[in-house]
């Protein structure tokens, strides 16, 4: 039987780069600088949904935590830019007990140039959001292993765009390993995180790579950076690829500097 592999699939950002009426937003208030996908690659789901589950079911059951506004809503469930800081710091302490045997997360973070975005996108944020997707899932899928990918729930307009990218990327990238004649087996779904807990990880994951991005807070990403696989700064200068054994992300690495 063929090996079992679940992509769970996120972002942070937008592809933007124009408003209404076509509005320039660089460099206007609520910018974003940056569009980030993020990918966690796990062979033993369940594990990670047991992890992710057990974790609620304590921070409901925890007399401290659960009389926390957020927490004591009926619907609540772990989201890394609304949850309280105590919630937050327990949900990292749990991904610090995984191994890279459990996960792996990638990532590509894309900045948002607008000469590059002119020059190779033509002005188009399906093919910006394309260029990073292709990115995230180059050389990491193969004919013998099925694949089952999730996107977690975002807002209409960019949902299309992602469910095309990732089509796209994975014929696209079939053909650039030399698949052809076979085929890579694959399921695609996008789920909201409450019916699909494992997506937490991968909100938690993006959410501490940007806060040290934007920031400069490096100890979120700091504690997991262990569990990271490639991380891509897609228009930065070579070399610009980052992993966790031997070519860690700092910013004083990144060329040219973010300067955000």
């Not at 980052?242 to 700092?250: M, P």
Request: charged fraction near 20%; glycine fraction near 4%; include cysteine.
């Amino acid at each position: 039987m063929p090996k079992q592999t679940a992509l769970f699939i996120d972002e942070s950002g937008d592809p933007e780069f124009y408003g209404h009426r076509k509005k320039l937003l660089v460099g206007t208030q609520g910018f974003q600088p940056l569009l980030i996908l993020g990918m966690v690659e796990t062979s033993d789901r369940k594990a990670l949904y047991e992890a992710v589950t057990s974790l609620h079911s304590l921070v409901l059951s925890d007399s401290r935590l659960n009389s926390i506004y957020s927490v004591a809503r009926p619907d609540w469930f772990f989201h890394s830019r609304t949850d309280h800081p105590d919630v937050r710091s327990r949900f990292f302490e749990m991904l610090g007990t995984l191994s890279s045997a459990d996960l792996r997360f990638h990532a590509v973070i894309g900045r948002k140039d607008l000469q590059i975005f002119n020059r190779k996108h033509n002005n188009n944020p399906s093919e910006f959001y394309f260029d990073l997707v292709s990115h995230l899932l180059h050389g990491k899928l193969r004919v013998e292993e099925q694949y089952a990918i999730y996107l977690a729930s975002r807002a209409k307009t960019t949902l299309h765009q992602l469910t095309d990218s990732v089509e796209r990327a994975i014929e696209s990238d079939a053909q650039k390993q030399g698949f052809f004649g076979q085929t890579i087996h694959y399921t695609c779904s996008i789920e909201p995180s409450k019916q699909m807990p494992e997506l937490c990880v991968v909100d938690y994951f993006l959410w501490a790579l940007q806060r040290y991005l934007l920031k400069g807070e490096l100890h979120f990403w700091n504690t997991v950076e262990f569990l990271s696989g490639n991380v891509l700064d897609l228009y930065g200068e070579l070399p610009n690829e980052y992993n966790s054994t031997n070519n860690l992300l700092r910013l004083d690495n990144m060329k040219p500097p973010l300067n955000l």
